[in-house]
T-cell receptor
Framework: DTGVSQDPRHKITKRGQNVTFRCDPISEHNRLYWYRQTLGQGPEFLTYFQNEAQLEKSRLLSDRFSAERPKGSFSTLEIQRTEQGDSAMYLC??????????????FGQGTRLTVV | GENVEQHPSTLSVQEGDSAVIKCTYSDSASNYFPWYKQELGKRPQLIIDIRSNVGEKKDQRIAVTLNKTAKHFSLHITETQPEDSAVYFCAASKSISNTGKLIFGQGTTLQVKP
């Protein structure tokens, strides 16, 4: 499968613990996004990378959240001191940069986080 | 702020009937409007998209229309089949922001009864 892959698929953690998720985008895509999806809602934008540069962060992304894309390839999303409200599906997406023209974003299967 | 409203939240149709899902957007700078289908437990997948320089686009049984003046766009599925049952999301983005981030609607759960 040469699509966007995310690891792990499921994560159950105790409140207060730190968790880290990984996303491997499609190899030639230089744009990478993280979204959060809760039950019955559409995905909500969290953050955006162009290559290794994090160019936009949503106000939804509290200080406990940090994302990196160190070499412009895979990305990690870390949540520190998890809270029950962090329980959600975390989706990664990637797309090709075509200048001012937006292109199709391909999504991974997501990491489902449950904080108990 | 940027917002996309989607209606209805649930839609039940008989196999063979048409289904229409409507979305409105708030940011007049939005110029790219994709539609994603998400089956239970699976990733969202693009089914059709439209740019603001086009009023309508068709792909077999699926069509999307865009009214820039009214800031709304719609998904039309004709001759529905049970395998069309899924959650559908509309989204909007603007190239001027140069990020391509998508603002999604709340989703429509479509059920096609055989």
């Amino acid at each position: 499968d040469t699509g966007v892959s995310q690891d792990p698929r499921h994560k159950i953690t105790k409140r207060g613990q730190n968790v880290t998720f990984r996303c491997d985008p499609i190899s030639e895509h230089n744009r990478l996004y993280w979204y959060r999806q809760t039950l019955g809602q559409g995905p909500e934008f969290l953050t955006y990378f162009q290559n290794e540069a994090q160019l936009e962060k949503s106000r939804l992304l509290s200080d406990r959240f940090s994302a990196e894309r160190p070499k412009g390839s895979f990305s990690t999303l870390e949540i520190q001191r998890t809270e029950q409200g962090d329980s959600a599906m975390y989706l990664c997406a990637s797309s090709r940069d075509r200048g001012i023209m937006n292109t199709e974003a391909f999504f991974g299967q997501g990491t489902r986080l449950t904080v108990v | 702020g940027e917002n996309v409203e989607q209606h209805p939240s649930t839609l039940s149709v008989q196999e063979g009937d048409s289904a229409v899902i409507k979305c409105t957007y708030s940011d007049s700078a939005s110029n790219y409007f994709p539609w994603y289908k998400q089956e239970l437990g699976k990733r969202p997948q693009l089914i059709i998209d439209i740019r603001s320089n086009v009023g309508e686009k068709k792909d077999q049984r699926i069509a999307v229309t865009l009214n820039k003046t009214a800031k709304h766009f719609s998904l039309h599925i004709t001759e529905t089949q049970p395998e069309d049952s899924a959650v559908y999301f509309c989204a909007a983005s603007k190239s001027i922001s140069n990020t391509g981030k998508l603002i999604f609607g709340q989703g429509t759960t479509l059920q096609v009864k055989p």
